[in-house]
T-cell receptor, first 109, second 115 residues
Framework: RKEVEQDPGPFNVPEGATVAFNCTYS??????FFWYRQDCRKEPKLLMS???SGNEDGRFTAQLNRASQYISLLIRDSKLSDSATYLC??????????FGAGTRLFVKA | DGGITQSPKYLFRKEGQNVTLSCEQN?????MYWYRQDPGQGLRLIYY???????QKGDIAEGYSVSREKKESFPLTVTSAQKNPTAFYLC??????????????FGPGTRLTVL
């Protein structure tokens, strides 16, 4: 079993749709959780950290479920510019940070 | 502007050559990292450094070497011992390795191709 697993997609959605990604992790000692966005042939960019209480940043909402060991990302009112690969990242603290392989999203007009 | 720079953007290497990838940050971050990314895979950690003059092997360090002589610089050398070096190399930094401050920020990457 991979330490961090994501559905690779692709998710194809129309503009304005709501789309959700899930990510599961295997290490119950994990402490920090993040979502990154990566455009084609570019570097990953931090989208948001994920806190136990859940957090929202505009159209993006992230949630953490420690009991079931998964995190989620919800994107509302999808824009064409949201098309990218979304990376789930989990850290057990220190330098042990695991990057998921990513979920590809295509938003179409 | 604060950030992380990597050079070159593209690099071509002949078999048997060593090449060095540059990574510089002006964010005053203590921790720095090198990853490689292959198509369809997650990032894999090559080396990391917590502080100047200290660095540790990551999951795939064989065939690579690093140095950390200055806080802002963390160059990576891909040696001829690395059998499959063609990949996208990403440098990152974080304020610290402590979990509250370990959000990583990435440079634009270097694409290395072996001819």
């Amino acid at each position: 079993r991979k330490e961090v697993e994501q559905d690779p997609g692709p998710f194809n959605v129309p503009e304005g749709a709501t789309v959700a990604f899930n990510c599961t992790y295997s290490n119950s000692a994990s402490q920090s959780f993040f979502w990154y966005r990566q455009d084609c042939r570019k570097e990953p960019k931090l989208l948001m950290s994920v806190y136990s209480s859940g957090n929202e940043d505009g159209r993006f909402t992230a949630q953490l479920n420690r009991a079931s060991q998964y995190i989620s990302l919800l994107i509302r009112d999808s824009k064409l510019s949201d098309s990218a690969t979304y990376l789930c990242v989990v850290s057990t603290g220190g330098f042990k940070t695991i990057f998921g392989a990513g979920t590809r999203l295509f938003v179409k007009a | 502007d604060g950030g992380i720079t990597q050079s070159p953007k593209y690099l071509f290497r002949k078999e048997g050559q060593n090449v060095t990838l540059s990574c510089e940050q002006n964010l005053n971050h203590d921790a720095m990292y090198w990853y490689r990314q292959d198509p369809g895979q997650g990032l894999r950690l090559i080396y990391y450094s917590q502080i100047v003059n200290d660095f540790q092997k990551g999951d795939i360090a064989e065939g690579y070497s690093v140095s950390r002589e200055k806080k802002e610089s963390f160059p990576l050398t891909v040696t001829s011992a690395q059998k499959n070096p063609t990949a996208f190399y990403l440098c990152a930094s974080s304020r610290s390795h402590v979990s509250s401050y370990n959000e990583q920020f990435f440079g634009p990457g270097t694409r290395l191709t072996v001819l």
